[in-house]
């Protein structure tokens, strides 16, 4: 009767273990089919080539491969094999090292996301090759030594039946599976823990106000504007051929162009790009991109008349346009605007006059459009009709950090801008010896070429 009753356990053992093996098998098939289209998106999209996607994709090829210890239990289930501790750990042990691979490898891809969002700077200077390699690496000889210091360990030959439950049902004893599992549950817990962290943009140090600083130490004297106000403003942080880093003002015109001045783009050697932010130490709002490509006017003067001050940058993954990131509005047709008295201009430019520390905010300050006779008269006949006009307050306009940022006017509740920041003679005397700016509609047929029509004005 023993025996009897041990053969029906058994043989409604693997009848049931083919049933389940069956559902594993059709669950295995479409986690591969979806790992599979994720890979393939990650590989054919350029803008998807980035250090988290890729993170993302390798820890998919990792779970295809880890699928793989349901193929074992269908064939231990069906053959009705059992094999030694020994001979079944080995069998699993590619799935295993997968397995603990992916676990590992959440950990990284969590803190990429958080240092992407609390040092986006740093994080878009790293190079992107090294860093992926590193962490793969990392990952790797993680899950191998402790594999391979399980494997040593094992000493029993007792038969089981070969799936991944029963080959730790056997070995759960064992110091280096206990170790194992402790530092994997760690993992998950730490992984859990900075995605709470980092769910919805929110940055560790949350608790910063995005106005800290008086409303008096801005532009040069400007004012703190707020969340989308200006949703096309750029800060461009750049280092030069000698390794010196500065920045300037940029707008966004197209979701993969920023304009700027001449000047700017002839310092960069690499830059990064932060459009969305009205605070530089709180980016919850921002998105920050790499410059790929530099196209600066053929006919810039680098000279003190500074003509034909314009340059393009590309940037290399396109933004996203938000309520708080949008394009610039540039008309071809702008005489009417300089009608007005008043203009505005932003940046994240000095504190005050003769400061060499930029502001942490994007501020803006009201400025007095001057006529151009009176301009060119003013700076001794440099100024080009047409090309270049000047703007300036008492007190208050444009510093030397704010090159290359916009200027614009107010029309019928929407900002339209109407040139780019030049140079300035005079820093605290501008209502008498104004800044100069580039005026952006005798540059439409330009913008609309080098962008290849992303960017055009209307």
């Not at 300037?248 to 001045?261: A, D, E, N």
Request: charged content about 20%.
């Amino acid at each position: 009767m023993p025996a009897i009753y041990f053969e029906i356990t058994e043989s409604v053992f693997f009848m049931v273990a083919r049933i389940v093996s069956v559902v594993l098998l059709l669950q295995a098939v479409i986690a591969c089919v979806g790992n599979g289209l994720l890979i393939a998106v990650t590989l054919r999209s350029k803008t998807l080539r980035t250090s988290c996607f890729i993170l993302i994709a390798v820890q998919a090829a990792a779970d295809c491969l880890r699928q793989g210890h349901k193929l074992i239990i269908t064939y231990y289930s069906f053959t009705e094999i059992t094999a030694t501790v020994y001979g079944c750990y080995f069998v699993n042990l590619a799935t295993m090292l997968a397995m603990d691979y992916c676990t590992i490898l959440m950990l990284f891809i969590a803190v990429d996301r958080f240092i992407a969002a609390k040092f986006p700077v740093f994080y878009v200077h790293r190079t992107g090759r090294k860093y992926v390699t590193a962490v793969l690496l990392c990952c790797l000889i993680y899950t191998c030594t402790f594999k391979i210091m399980y494997y040593n360990y094992i000493v029993s030959e007792t038969r089981i039946f070969c799936t991944t439950a029963e080959l730790q049902k056997v070995a759960g004893n064992k110091i280096w599976f206990i170790a194992n599992t402790t530092v994997n549950l760690a993992v998950i817990v730490i992984y859990m823990c900075l995605t709470r962290v980092t769910k919805g943009d929110r940055i560790l140090d949350r608790g910063k106000a995005e106005h800290r600083r008086p409303p008096n130490v801005l532009v040069i004297r400007g004012q703190p504007v707020k969340l989308g106000d200006i949703p096309y403003q750029a800060l461009i942080v750049y280092s030069d051929s000698r390794n010196e880093t500065g920045d300037c003002g940029g707008s966004l015109i197209s979701t993969r162009h920023v304009l700027t001045s001449a000047q700017c783009a002839t310092r960069i050697e690499e830059a990064t790009v932060v459009v969305g932010a009205v605070n530089i130490n709180y980016l919850k709002h921002a998105e920050v991109r790499k410059v790929r490509k530099i196209t600066i006017h053929p006919q810039f003067s680098n000279d003190e008349n500074y003509y034909n001050d314009i340059a393009i940058l590309e940037l290399d993954i396109a933004v996203s346009l938000t309520r708080n990131i949008k394009l610039s509005n540039i008309y071809r047709i702008d005489s009417e605007y300089f009608k007005h008295k008043t203009a505005i201009v932003s940046g994240f430019g000095s504190y005050e006059p003769g400061s060499s520390e930029h502001s942490k905010l994007l501020v803006a300050a009201n400025v007095t459009i001057f006529p151009f006779e009176y301009c060119n008269k003013v700076l001794n006949g440099r100024l080009e009709e047409g090309q270049q006009f000047c703007a300036g307050a008492k007190g208050t306009g444009i510093g030397p950090k704010d090159r290359g940022g916009p200027i614009h006017v107010l029309h019928s509740a929407n900002l339209v801008q109407i040139g780019i920041s030049s140079y300035t003679a005079n820093v605290t005397e501008q209502h008498e010896i104004s800044s100069v700016f580039t005026r952006v509609s005798h540059y439409c047929d330009y913008i609309n070429e080098v962008t290849e029509g992303a960017a055009k004005c209307q």
